[in-house]
Antibody, heavy 121, light 108 residues
Framework: EVQLLESGGGSIQPGGSLSLSCAASGLSFSSYAMSWVRQAPGQGLEWVSVISGSRGRTYYADSVKGRFTISRDNSKNTLYLQMNTLRVEDTAVYFC??????????????WGKGTTVTVSS | DIQMTQSPSSLSASVGDRVTITCRASQDISNSLAWYQQKPGKAPKLLLHGASRLENGVPSRFSGSGSGTDYTLTITSLQPEDVATYYCQQYHSVPPITFGGGTKVEIK
């Protein structure tokens, strides 16, 4: 069974930094694209970033470009999201999700339970 | 960027009713469309991809159809456990990956 477990969420002041991790198990991790998707309180789903499988190509939503960095360590089956210069509007539950393919353009067939990030002064 | 417009934003139906949710893309997405179900406080769950391909374990009362820019999720006989918010997502042209705004389904 494929499982994803996020960690690293918490409360932080505006302008601060936070690093999220997503530990994956039960899959050939390097074969699949991995995404971060967030959901602000009471709002819909917003895609944040995706990294392709083996080549590690990265793409970002305009709202986080230049502030967030997605990366992966295929030897540790772990996905990361480094979040810098955090804003109040980055407050959300952050989900990691496994792509159905190695390419970045994919549906997401397995999701973690999410980790909460709260940005507030 | 491809915009995804879902309708309605919410609906209320009786147990056993047929429920239809639509998703319109701002350009042809060639069936690169997924549907998700999200229950309160839970992660989204993939129901269908490729517009009509049902995921393993998803009840057969869920089905998807459409082509080009217009797609539909149908629940043929609404059950109490189907109360959730449903989202469509296109993956034809990325970045960005885009979701619809969601449809909240309640029991009347």
């Amino acid at each position: 069974e494929v499982q994803l477990l996020e960690s690293g969420g918490g409360s932080i002041q505006p302008g601060g930094s936070l690093s999220l991790s997503c530990a994956a198990s039960g899959l050939s991790f390097s074969s699949y694209a991995m995404s971060w998707v967030r959901q602000a309180p009471g709002q819909g789903l917003e895609w944040v970033s995706v990294i392709s499988g083996s080549r590690g190509r990265t793409y970002y939503a305009d709202s986080v470009k230049g502030r967030f960095t997605i990366s992966r360590d295929n030897s540790k089956n772990t996905l990361y999201l480094q979040m810098n210069t955090l804003r109040v509007e980055d407050t959300a539950v952050y989900f990691c999700a496994k792509g159905g393919f190695g390419a970045p353009g994919s549906f997401m067939d397995v999701w973690g339970k999410g980790t909460t990030v709260t940005v507030s002064s | 960027d491809i915009q995804m417009t879902q309708s309605p934003s919410s609906l209320s139906a009786s147990v056993g009713d047929r429920v239809t949710i639509t998703c319109r893309a701002s350009q042809d997405i060639s069936n690169s469309l997924a549907w998700y179900q999200q229950k309160p406080g839970k992660a989204p769950k993939l129901l269908l991809h490729g517009a009509s391909r049902l995921e393993n374990g998803v009840p057969s009362r869920f089905s998807g159809s459409g082509s080009g820019t217009d797609y539909t999720l149908t629940i043929t006989s609404l059950q109490p456990e189907d109360v959730a918010t449903y989202y469509c997502q296109q993956y034809h042209s990325v970045p960005p990956i885009t979701f619809g705004g969601g449809t909240k389904v309640e029991i009347k």
